[in-house]
């Protein structure tokens, strides 16, 4: 069965630093992969997602995330942190072929000042 | 347009009532989803219409009967509920590309509070 795990259910940084949230993923086959943002009081928007094509995925707002295969993990990252960036964070798995998508517990990002 | 939009954005409801949660889209998508997320936890599967078609219900209690009208709307009609059917009642959509790798535009969610 298709799971991800997100470690850290909160991480916090400084504004303008690094910004690292980790997941990885359990697959018996090539997975899709996303990371997924909501805001209070809203729904989820699509932040980026891997399908193969490359193993270094960007998205928007000036996220990132690599795929590793080696490490089963598709961590996201951003080189600095901006206070809009405060969120929770999902990371996400689709098998081929389904349409289920499993959510990962989510990361609750604090950015301070 | 790459919005989805629900009706209504709050709802508070008796155990013994009857209300439905509306969704729509305009992308011209061909899978509508209904999710459950409670409180500081991941959204939950429940239903997936693929070409108006039930294709996924994830053993959803009856109290909850999703309907698919058409392609570009979808019903979640709720009866009988328990309190602990409080949630975050969010819709996506996505291509229909026979699950590979969809994209899911989401919502902004009902709020639904039972009594």
């Known amino acids: 069965a298709q799971s991800v795990t997100q470690l850290g259910s909160h991480v916090s940084v400084s504004e303008g630093a690094l910004v690292l949230l980790r997941c990885n993923y359990s697959s018996s086959v090539p997975p899709y992969l996303f990371w997924y943002v909501q805001y209070p009081n809203q729904g989820l928007q699509l932040l980026l997602k891997?399908?193969?094509?490359?193993?270094l995925v960007k998205g928007i707002n000036g996220f990132e995330a690599e795929f590793k295969k080696s490490e089963t993990s598709f961590h996201l990252t951003k080189p600095s942190a901006h206070m809009s960036d405060a969120a929770e964070y999902f990371c996400?798995?689709?098998?081929?072929?389904?349409?289920?998508?499993?959510f990962g517990a989510g990361t609750r990002l604090f950015v301070k000042a | 347009d790459t919005e989805v939009t629900q009706t209504p954005k709050h709802l508070v409801m008796g155990m013994t009532n009857k209300k439905s949660l509306k969704c729509e889209q305009h992308m011209g998508h061909r899978a509508m989803y209904w999710y459950k997320q409670k409180a500081k936890k991941p959204p939950e599967l429940m239903f997936v219409y693929s070409y108006e078609k039930l294709s996924i219900n994830e053993s959803v209690p009856s109290r909850f009967s999703p309907e698919c009208p058409n392609s570009s709307l979808l019903n979640l009609h709720l009866h009988a509920l328990q309190p602990e059917d409080s949630a975050l009642y969010l819709c996506?959509?996505?291509?229909?590309?026979?699950?590979?790798?969809?994209?899911?535009?989401f919502g902004p969610g009902t709020r639904l509070l039972v009594l």
């Open positions: 996400a798995v689709t098998v081929t072929g389904g349409f289920k998508t499993i």
């Open positions: 891997y399908t193969s094509a490359a193993t």
């Open positions: 996506a959509s996505s291509q229909d590309q026979g699950g590979k790798g969809e994209t899911q535009y």
